[in-house]
């Protein structure tokens, strides 16, 4: 679990915990009550759910930067092979030209 996962269920679990005692704690009737325990439960789950979609989000375009460096990096290693293997066979050829005269 990584530590931005572990705030964000840090915050959500402190954000239900707050809700359920103040409702607690209010001097309300029983269906009242149950009214805004379920109101609170519905507004923690769409944050909660908000949050884990954003999360999903940065993670989605992480990956994809990381995807596209990857590729980058990929194509200059492949141009510097190719270089090299260039510059190799010129050697080589150099050698037998020396060799051959």
Same mark, same amino acid.
Not at 4 to 10: D, P, T, V
Not at 27 to 49: I, M, Y
Not at 55 to 83: F, H, M
Not at 85 to 100: A, L, M, P, S
């Given at each position: 679990?990584?530590?931005?996962?572990?705030?964000?269920? +840090?915050?959500?679990? %402190? &954000?239900? &915990? +707050?809700?359920?005692?103040?409702?607690? @704690?209010?001097?309300?009737?029983?269906?009242?009550? #149950?009214?805004?325990? #379920?109101?609170? %439960?519905?507004? @923690?789950?769409?944050?909660?759910?908000? $949050?884990? *979609? #954003?999360? +999903? #989000?940065?993670?989605?375009?992480?990956?994809?930067?990381?995807?596209? $460096? &990857?590729?980058? =990096?990929?194509?200059k $290693?492949? +141009?510097?092979?190719a270089? =090299?293997?260039?510059? @190799? *066979?010129?050697?080589?050829?150099?050698?037998?030209?020396?060799?051959? %005269?």
């Amino acid at each position: 679990m990584t530590k931005n996962s572990k705030i964000i269920i +840090g915050i959500a679990a %402190a &954000a239900a &915990a +707050g809700a359920a005692i103040g409702v607690l @704690f209010a001097p309300e009737k029983g269906s009242k009550l #149950r009214e805004r325990v #379920r109101e609170a %439960a519905n507004d @923690f789950a769409t944050d909660l759910l908000d $949050a884990i *979609q #954003r999360g +999903g #989000r940065q993670y989605t375009d992480s990956a994809d930067n990381i995807e596209d $460096a &990857a590729k980058r =990096l990929k194509s200059k $290693a492949v +141009g510097k092979v190719a270089e =090299l293997k260039d510059r @190799f *066979q010129d050697g080589v050829e150099d050698v037998k030209d020396v060799v051959n %005269a």
